[in-house]
Every structure is written in C-alpha cells, then in structure tokens.
C-alpha cells in the first residue's frame, strides 16, 4: 500500500486545476505586459484571478501580489516592510518557519535591526505576556508570527495578537502558508498587516504563491526590473502558476466544509487508534488538541525505542508510508528540527509529523498504525 502522509510539506495537484492551466500552456501564452491582443487575453486571465483570490480572502485585488510560493512572500514582507517602515526593532518567535527565520536573522547579523523572540513553553503555545513586555519596551516593532505551525499544528491567536501589534503601532506579519485554503480568512476584517500563501498546499501547483499587503501599509519591491505586479514583482508572471493557484483557492473554499469534516475525523480516529496500540505514545505541541491545531497535521512523538531510533522514517518509507520528520534530512541523517528543539522534546523520542489531505483515507490510517505497531510494539 502507498500512503501520502505529507501534506503538509506539499499535496497534489488537483485535476480540476491542471485543465484549468493547460490552455495557458498551449494556446495562450502571449506574454501578459504586450499591448497586443494576445497579451491583453492573458493579462486579463491574470487580473481576473488576482480578483477571485482577493475575493476569496476578503482582500481588495490591490492588496494582492503574485510571487513564487510561501518563501518569496515571507522574504518580501520582511525585507521590504522594515525597510520601507524604517523598523529596527523586530519580535518573532522561535517556532517560525525558516523562510521567516532566516531573513530576520539575516537583518540582524547586517546590524540592521535588533530581534527578540517571544517565549514559548512545552506545547509551544506563546507567551502573550512576554510578548505585551516586547512591545511595550520596543514601540512600531516589525512583529512575525505564524497563524499555525507547519510541523506541530498550534494555531496562534493572531487577532489577540494584531490587538496588541495596533496598540503599540506594531507591524505585524503573519505567515499562513499553512492555514491559507484550509479555513476562511477575513484579511480586510483583521489587524494582519501582511500575510503569505502557498499553492502547492491546497492541491494547486507548485513555485506559486501570494503576498497580501494592506493598503495603507505600502512596502518596496524584492524584485526590480519591470513593471509588473504594479511594480511590487518585476519579472514576466507565471501566467499559468497563477491561474492555477486562484483555481486552487475557488476548490478549496467552494468544498471546505466537507473536506474540514472528512480530515477531521481521519485525524481523531489516528489519534484514538495510536492511544489505543501504541503504549506511551505521546503527541508534540497542540497537534492532539483538535481545537487548537490545524486539522491536518498530527505530530506523533513515540517511545524511546534502541532498534528504531532514527530510523522510524525510513521504515515507514519501506512499508509505503510517506511521512516527516518535521526535520530536514541530508543525507540520510535526520537534523534536529528547530521547532521540537524550542519545545524541549525529549531527543530520546523519535517523531513523525503525519499531514493529511482530503486524498486520504480511514484504512491508510489503519494500515499505518499497524505498520507502527510492529516497529514499537513487536520488538518489545
Ligand atoms: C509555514 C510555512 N511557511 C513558509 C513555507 C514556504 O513555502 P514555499 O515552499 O511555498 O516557499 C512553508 C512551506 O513548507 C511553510 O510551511
């Protein structure tokens, strides 16, 4: 059996938004910036799917910016919104995502700006007192916070967050890679002053994302060159990229609820089945918590096992299981993940993030856990 349990890392393409993309590789592929015709249909093309994930996400179209996935946005809002707001100060937290990360360490070791991190305990949730103390000893900070963390599911509270950035005349960047597609966003309704997404998360294609920008708080361009995306990305557009990311979006709003509801009782019944079979099994973060995690993503932390350690990706991978370590791996030796080192895992632990997707099923699930089973509990 073949079972794809990374979703969280990147989930496949949906056919519906393949047929959507392919006349933009065959037939219509005037470069969208000529004044001719053929320019001017796929310019067209390009605006009318700005406006649909505008729409999507309650953002006006200007607010919207095309780029090429979740790290050129993150990068973007970084570089270019403590630039162009003239920040020194930037607060973030240690269980962001590297495309976060780097970039602000980057500011830092240039001697740019200054950059705390808010505390996070066990679970990784947020120290939102430390955070208030942040602020209010650095006003008009640059504030990054995740909406949900890719590798332990915890969704932070990024309205109570945005609260605090307004009062201290903050500005705040959330990256939602991971939520963007997966449940409604109101952007023209919350204090978020930038935000980021990602296609390939939500079965649209590849190397496509966007950055939103709220109106009033303008930033520079990464990328210079031409005049496209109003001069905040020059570069000819990935014209099929990105009506396959707004066709992506349409899906994934259109059957949300039914999709919510089908992951949902996938990931409560792993939960149920892993308790039941797996003795000592534990769960990192909030990723049990079904309140307060992302619906698709369980990060599985099991028993310190000699035969195993190590090794428990690979095993799984022989048995068909695609799944991660929430970790990058180079050369067969898995590094130590950031997030799970914030939080003080027990090293001793072996752990799996398990991501899930509507392509997923009740007997997948079944199968894994015995395939677990017999790595853990045979051998003792
Ligand atoms: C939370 C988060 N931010 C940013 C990214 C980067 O997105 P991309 O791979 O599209 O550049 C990812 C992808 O893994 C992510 O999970």
Known sequence: MKVYFDNAATTALD???????????????????SVHSAGREVRTAIEKARKKVAELLSASPSEIFFTSGGTEADNTAIFCGIESQEITHAITSPLEHHAVLHPLEELEKKGKIRLNFVEVDEQGSLNMDHLRTLLENNPKAFVSIMHANNEI????????IGQLCKEHHAYFHSDTVQ??????????????????GAGHKFHGPK??????????????????????ERNMRGGTENVY?????????????EEMSSHRRHIESLKAHFIQVLKEHIPDVEFNGLSADMENSLYTVLNVSLPP???NRGMVLFNLDLQGVAASGGSAC???AAVGSHVLRAINHNPERDSVRFSFSRFNTLEEINYTVEKIKELYVAVH
């Open 15 to 33: 056919e519906r938004v393949l047929e959507a993309m392919l006349p933009y590789m065959r037939e219509h592929y005037g470069n969208p910036s």
């Open 153 to 160: 599911g915890n969704i932070n509270d990024i309205e109570t």
């Open 179 to 196: 939520t963007v597609g997966h449940y409604v966003h109101n952007l023209s309704g919350t204090l978020v002053n930038a935000t980021a």
């Open 207 to 228: 190397g496509t994302g966007f950055l939103y920008v709220k109106k009033d708080k303008k930033i520079h361009p990464l990328l210079l060159g031409g005049a496209q």
């Open 241 to 253: 990229g990105i009506i396959g990311i707004a066709k992506a979006l349409e899906i994934a709003y």
């Open 305 to 307: 096992s000699e035969e």
């Open 330 to 332: 180079s050369s067969g």
